[in-house]
């Protein structure tokens, strides 16, 4: 039986290096999508609604870091696991995202921050896409 993680997924295969390379572009793309609702809201003039979209974006980058560092070291590429399950922690924040900007449209909330919600929930989704790349927890 194979190993299970903290939350009782089994760990899967360790990944290849196409399956890594697609990881780390994914994961960028998704740092540049949540990065872009950050300059949308401070074009806006929403300055003090900038800061989270900059955490979450900082918070994507380490996953791409320990993919791109498993390239070229096999040594850590079998330390990690593949899941074919979406990753839970963007999901969840996509989700609230969405439903952050569907209550700030019916609060008459500005156009530009109901649409950075959108665009970054559509961020945190293309992170959060099945195929990641995770480590096993032992024991």
């Known amino acids: 039986m194979p190993p299970l993680l903290q939350y009782g997924v089994p760990a899967g295969p360790t990944p290849s290096r196409p399956l890594l390379l697609e990881y780390v572009a994914r994961q960028l793309a998704a740092v540049a999508v949540v ?13 003090g609604h900038v800061w989270p979209y900059v955490v979450m974006a900082g918070a994507i980058v380490p996953q791409a870091l320990l993919a791109a560092v498993a390239l070229g070291d096999e040594h850590r590429r079998t330390r990690l696991r593949t899941s074919t399950r ?6 969840l924040l996509a989700i609230a995202l969405g439903c952050a900007a569907v209550a700030g449209w019916l609060l008459d909330q500005p156009v530009v921050a109901t649409g950075a919600a959108v665009v970054a929930a559509t961020g945190l989704l293309v992170s959060a896409l099945p195929a990641h790349v995770h480590v096993p927890r032992d024991g």
């Open 35 to 47: 990065a872009a609702a950050a300059w949308l809201t401070h074009q806006a003039g929403l300055s």
């Open 86 to 91: 979406p990753a839970p922690v963007p999901g």
